[in-house]
Structure formats: C-alpha cells, structure tokens
C-alpha cells in the first residue's frame, strides 16, 4: 500500500524546488498543479493576449508583481478578483521563486460569452527549457462557465472545448519544441480535447497532457482516433474524495492523491499534498467518490439529451432570474437575488414542473439504489 505520512502542499514544494530552475530539475506533475493554478490568476491586460504571442511575453516575476502592488489598492474597483483565499500567497511565492519568476506567460486568452454560453481562458508559459506548458483555465465564478460545464452532458463539443483547440494550434504555430498542456476541472478536459482534437503534426509535439479531476467525455471523444493517440500521454490526477473526476468517462487510468480537505473542498489545488516532485499518492478513492461516481453514470445514463437540455435550461434560468451573474455577486445580495429565483419558479409552467421533479426522482432513484457502494471494499 502506497502512503507517505505528509501534511505538505504546493508552498512546501516551493521550499524544496524553488531554487531550482526547469533545466536543473525538469517539469514534474508538482509543477503541473502550480502552473494550473496560475492559470486561474486575472491576467487582463497584463499578460500579452494570443494575438502578440509571437512576442517574448513577461516574465511570471513582473506578473506576480504588477498583481501584488494591485491588490494594496485602495480603490475596490482597481483590486482584481481573485477566485481563492489562498491566491495572495501563490503571488508572492511566484514571484520571488527562481524555479518559476522567469518563466515567461504569453498568449493570454479570457472569453466569457453569455449569448454563446462560453467561458474559456488560457495562458503559454515558456519555461526556459525549450518548451512550452499550457494552461487551461478552470469554471470560473461566472454562472456562464458552471452552465457551459453542464452543457457537456447533452452537446457533442462546448464552445470552450472548440476554442482551446484552435489555441493550441496558434501555440503550436508560433513557437518550437515540445508541448505540454494541462488544466485543473474543466480546464483538464479541454487540454485533453485539445489534444485529441488538433493536428496530428501537433499531437506529435505534445509530451504530457495533464487532468487534474477534470470531468470526462462522451463516448464519441473516448473512442475517437485523436483520443487513442495521446491516451498514453494523458496523466490524470483525482483526490480520494473526488466527485467533479467522476462526471462522464475518463477513458484512461487515473492517479489517486491525497487532500488535506474532504468531500468537495478536496476539488481545490491548494489542498492537495505534495512530495520534493510528486503528488502524494493513496491506492484507492473514497466510499463516497464510489458512491458518487456509480449514481451520476447511473442517472446521466437514464436521461436522453433533450431532456438533459431542458433540465439544465430550466435550472440556468432560475439562476439568470436573481439578476447576478457571478457567486460572489449572489453571496453578497443573497437575500434579493433569492426573491427574484423564487418569483421565477413560481412562473414555470406544470409540464416543466413535472419534467424536473421527474428527473430529480431518478437522481433520488439512482442514488438509493447505490448506497451499497459504501459498504463494498
């Protein structure tokens, strides 16, 4: 049985390998999580966008930096976003860390179509070493994003997945060497879409391709001829806990890490433990990742696309009714927005009522009919 007694995260790892940059100590899953994480950063008009990433970009120091003196300023509009609480230390760390500070980010892309329900961003780093890592953005904290994920169950491709192919075919045409690609969440399906998706001309270029829990695909991806040849470049990462990794199939084999936090919280990359140049790995997931993982296949399957759509619709539009468009603008007029969802409710039509309560009756129905995965070892 694999176990190393750890309570270390990405800051250790920082202490361990911060001092030693990519040619003295090549690119390791460890790295992979940290630059996923960036990816999450708001970049907007500091890193050059894809349109000047023939250019030799700016370097993660300055970045870091320009974040950082943005983040002490007074005004509350001037402050950028951040999506963790644990964000402010990864700046700081960043910037000063010789493994990282001169790497240099280019080609940032952040598209958020409500009309078009897309949300997709990425950044390239080049990381000194004659090749390139990109980064795909996870589901931001926009409703768009969490409403393009869910689109997955019904759509043959999501707008973001079609994006992040065409990007990597912009990276692969501006710069040399090898390719890696990576995201955390839905970022990891689009590295692993993009992959599958793009050029054989570039599919020979890419060396790694990581998936850190991200939701899988539809058959027609998995058993598709791009898929079969990269599955054996894919690296894909789970907490014991996950439940976000057990949406769809994964169509490859997967690595189990251990999280500091439980249930959904081990979702979060900070939470993840780390070795000098690993994550700490654990030999199976949770009762009830299991748990989860057999009722969410078990419903899906139930369920054909329209009514997956008309679900998902209906749920889409009670959230547009409270009138924000982010989580962190519902948490702070909660008590509004939730007057405006429950006036909306009122006005769904009974055939629509009917079809929702429906399909909340066979998660019910899926669910009851799993429990026995809790006690199976």
Known sequence: MRYIFSMANMFDYFSWRGDLDFDQSPLNPADNVIFCQL??????????????????????????????????????????????????????????????????????????????????????????????FIAYRGTDSTFVGWKEDANMSFKDAIPAQLEAVEYLEKIASIVKGPLRTGGHSKGGNLAVYAASFCSKKTQKRITDIYSNDAPGFHEHVINGEGFAAIKNRIRSFIPQGSVVGMIFENGCDYTVIKSSQSGLLQHDLYSWEMTHNNMVQVDHITAGSRFVDKTLK?????????????????????????????????????????????????????????????????????????????IKP
């Open 39 to 132: 990816s999450y950063l708001p970049m907007d008009g500091i890193v050059p966008p894809l349109t000047d990433a023939a250019a030799s970009g700016i370097s993660i120091g300055l970045v870091m930096d320009i974040l950082s003196k943005n983040l002490q300023s007074d005004s509350p509009d001037d402050k950028p976003y951040l999506m963790f609480k644990d964000d402010p230390v990864l700046i700081g760390v960043l910037g000063s860390s010789k493994r990282f500070r001169d790497c240099r980010l280019f080609g940032y892309v952040n598209h958020i179509d409500a009309d078009h329900e897309k949300q997709f961003s990425a950044v390239s780093v080049n990381t000194g070493d004659d090749s390139c």
């Open 298 to 374: 078990d419903w899906i399957g139930k369920l054909d696309n329209e009514r997956r759509k008309q679900f998902l619709g209906v749920l889409y539009g009670i959230l547009s009714a409270s009138g924000v468009k982010t989580i962190p603008e519902l948490e702070r007029d909660w008590f509004n927005a939730a007057g405006r969802m429950i006036k909306s409710i009122g006005k769904i039509d009974s055939s629509t009522r009917m079809l929702v309560h429906a399909t909340l009756a066979e998660l019910f129905n899926a669910a009851r009919k799993n429990l026995y995965t809790f």
